[in-house]
């Protein structure tokens, strides 16, 4: 019995040892490994973490995690390991394939991981948050890199991307402060928005032979385009915010969705003539003075957010998308007869808009196109239109009343959304499709329908108050 005492404290000292030194634990029970189907859905080592748990320098012991090779594992699933601040090293065993959807995602403590040759493919925000991560090798063999996949890796400085790759996801090296170096592979031909955004890499980056431009460091005061560009990719000059020129060679065809955005010093651009397609909102919060029309007076794709009231030229057969966002001070507008679409988002933003004019040769009129137009007081649709498209009136609280022309078959989602102030909504027989949360806080709202129709039978599931059109 007295034997007990001392093996109690034999007992508490070696606790107290292993509690004072921070030994690292290597993971190599099958059982802290949930497998199903091939695919790795979760690691049951340690425990996750809750999101608002995680502050920095918060770290757990650091552990070590080897992924045995006998499990038959070809994927590691959806955030496998998310949110295990305490990992500090993985090693990915030969035969895994795919890497899914933040499987990695807000490991903090995460300083390495070893990748196999057998990986094709890593997707959305797979590292995403891993503010440890000091480098990374990616094998050749793999062809894609998903949305956010690095995104806020603050501790990456040099990426070098083998040859197989072919396409990198927006936001991919997002917010990856300390990154200024990257090698790309000859065999990449597409890089999503913002991939590089808040990175410092010091070069330009151009793939597809040169052909398109992807990035631009965001310190520079002036830019000349090689004149083997055809495509500014989207958001190319993203938060160039010293930028005051840039030269646009012959050579470009096509500017992508929110190209420009940020360039705040830039007072004056010439589009070249061969540019026939402008994306959604390319010059979005830039200084640019004066309107852009491009396809020989055709498209109308961009207005000063300053101004107070614009002639829509008679030319024009399209309004592009956003060409109207944030003009915050336009109170009416006129759209003339030749206009035949109205793209995306065109008028979002201008909340001093109280009437607008819509000709009856419009056949097509975008998602969020007069979003937050919160003083738009009545409108009258083109009676050709099929579709009132998704989130196309969110938030236009001064509309009262609308009548959707015969031929529309499709309500969007969010299509009236907020629209506080409606009171009626005059629905066709031919609206065959309503979409979720179409009329999502219209609380004043009636419905005004034929009895027995379809805008009838969604009033009755949605508990909204519906009349009859008939007379």
Do not use: W
């Not at 403590?109 to 925000?125: C, D, H, M």
């Not at 309004?319 to 001070?329: E, L, P, S, V, W």
């Not at 027989?429 to 004043?444: H, L, P, W, Y």
């Amino acid at each position: 019995m007295k034997l007990l005492p001392k093996i109690l404290s034999i007992f508490t000292i070696t606790i107290a040892l292993i509690i004072g030194f921070k030994s690292t634990v290597f993971a190599i029970a099958p059982s802290d490994f949930v497998v199903e189907n091939g695919i790795l859905t979760r690691y049951a080592g340690v425990e996750p973490v809750e999101s608002g748990d995680i502050s920095e320098p918060y770290i757990e012991p650091n552990r070590v995690v080897n992924i045995p090779d006998n499990l038959g594992i070809t994927t590691i699933g959806p955030m496998a390991f998310s949110y295990r601040p305490g990992i500090s090293s993985v090693v990915i065993p030969n035969g895994v394939t795919s890497i899914d959807e933040g499987a990695f995602s807000n490991c903090t403590g995460l300083t390495e991981v070893a990748i196999p040759v057998t990986v094709r493919s890593i997707g959305k925000y797979a590292f995403s948050s891993c503010s440890n991560l000091m480098s990374i090798n990616i094998p050749d063999g793999v062809t894609s890199i998903g949305e956010g996949a690095f995104s806020n890796c603050n501790r990456l400085t040099t990426i070098t991307l083998p040859e197989s790759i072919s396409s990198i996801g927006s936001y991919a090296f997002n917010e990856c402060s300390n990154l200024t170096t990257i090698t790309l592979g000859s065999g990449l031909t597409s890089i999503g928005e913002k991939a590089f955004a808040g990175s410092n890499i010091s070069s330009s980056v151009i793939i597809n032979g040169g052909k398109i431009l992807c990035y631009v460091p965001p310190g520079l005061y002036s830019y000349s385009i090689p004149d083997t560009v055809t495509t500014i990719n989207n958001s190319a000059f993203f938060d160039c915010s010293n930028l005051t020129s840039v030269n646009i060679p012959d050579s470009v065809t096509e500017i992508g969705d929110n190209a420009f955005e940020g360039c705040i010093q830039l007072k004056s651009i010439t589009i070249p003539n061969g540019v026939t397609k402008i994306g959604n909102r390319p010059f979005y919060n830039t200084g640019l003075t004066s309107p852009i029309i491009i396809n020989q007076n055709k498209v109308l794709c961009y207005v000063p957010v300053t101004s107070t009231d614009y002639a829509i030229p008679d030319t024009i057969t399209e309004i592009n998308a956003g060409a109207f966002t944030n003009c915050r001070n336009l109170q009416t507008i006129t759209i003339p007869g030749s206009v035949t679409k109205i793209g995306d988002d065109a008028f979002s933003g201008c909340t001093n808009l109280t009437s607008i004019h819509l000709n009856d040769a419009i056949k097509t009129i975008g998602r969020g196109a007069f979003d937050q137009c919160a003083k738009l007081t009545d409108i009258a649709l083109p009676p050709n239109i099929t579709a009132i498209n998704e989130s196309m009136f969110h938030s236009c609280k001064s509309l009262t009343s609308v009548t959707i022309p015969d031929g529309v078959t499709l309500i969007g989602d969010t299509a009236f959304y907020n629209c506080t102030g409606l009171l009626s909504i005059t629905l066709p027989n031919s609206v065959t499709s309503i979409g979720r949360m179409a009329f999502e806080q219209c609380d004043m709202l009636t419905i005004i329908c034929t009895s027995g129709s379809y805008a009838e039978h969604y009033a009755i599931q949605k508990a909204i108050p519906f009349a009859s059109d008939e007379k």
